[in-house]
């Protein structure tokens, strides 16, 4: 059993940078692709960015490139979003999920197995 657990989220002003991480349990996290996934107010959970159980390759949703890095830090069972140039359209509950099924990209959450239980982001216009 996986445990994910997300720390990091706050407040910020539009156009600052906050840094998110998600310490995972378990003997096997360098074999999991990782992501995080966000939920705004009133919407559905969205893709937000997701990476190799390497690290090697990355991907990201379109309305988060070139301002959010994932990256991982597998000696430390640690993935984490740098979020840069925040906008108000940020703001969302930012999750991590594991899939420990197979080690490839994916934005489909159906795919992921495990989620923490989420960190607020508020992002102030």
């Known amino acids: 059993q996986v445990q994910l657990v997300e720390s990091g989220g706050g407040l910020v002003q539009a156009g600052g940078s906050l840094s998110l991480s998600c310490a995972a349990s378990g003997r096997a996290f360098s074999t999991y692709t990782m992501a995080w996934f966000r939920q705004p107010p009133g919407k559905e959970r969205e893709f937000v960015a997701a990476?190799?159980?390497?690290?090697?390759?990355?991907t990201y949703a379109d309305s988060v490139k070139g301002r959010f890095t994932i990256s991982r830090d597998n000696a430390k069972n640690t993935l984490y979003l740098q979020m840069n140039s925040l906008k108000a359209e940020d703001t969302a509950v930012y999750y991590c999920?594991?899939?420990?099924?197979?080690?490839?990209?994916?934005?489909?959450?159906?795919?992921?197995?495990?989620w923490g239980q989420g960190t607020q982001v508020t992002v102030s216009s």
């Open positions: 999920a594991a899939n420990t099924a197979r080690a490839y990209l994916t934005r489909n959450p159906t795919i992921y197995s495990y």
């Open positions: 990476i190799t159980s390497s690290g090697a390759t990355d």
